[in-house]
């Protein structure tokens, strides 16, 4: 069974830095494309992040280029979003989410998308 279990989130102020991590169990992520999405309070879900099975592809929505660097480690089943210099609109639960569609200029999930509980980043004075 596909499980995702996300760590990491929490309070910092604006500027500041997250590391946010995605252990995946019941599947390995050289064959799935992995992504992190978030959802802030009455706005609808988007894709923040997306990376391919090979590692080959990424993806980042244009909010968070040159912010966010996603990345995975194969040998310990986990990928990672490091977040830098945080804005308040960054706020928001942060999802990870497998398999998604992870191409150079989207980032899908699928209706067989397994998502894991959530982890909640706030950024604010």
């Known amino acids: 069974q596909l499980q995702l279990v996300e760590s990491g989130g929490g309070l910092v102020q604006p500027g500041g830095s997250l590391r946010l991590s995605c252990a995946a169990s019941g599947f390995t992520l050289d064959y799935f494309a992995i992504g992190w999405f978030r959802q802030a309070p009455g706005k609808e879900r988007e894709g923040v992040s997306c990376i391919s099975g090979s590692g080959g592809t990424t993806y980042y929505a244009d909010s968070v280029k040159g912010r966010f660097t996603i990345s995975k480690d194969n040998a310990k089943n986990t990928v990672y979003l490091q977040m830098n210099s945080l804005e308040p609109e960054d706020t928001a639960i942060y999802y990870c989410?497998?398999?998604?569609?992870?191409?150079?200029?989207?980032?899908?999930?699928?209706?067989?998308?397994?998502w894991g509980q959530g982890t909640q980043v706030t950024v604010s004075s």
């Open positions: 989410a497998a398999p998604v569609i992870a191409g150079q200029t989207m980032c899908s999930s699928l209706r067989q998308t397994s």
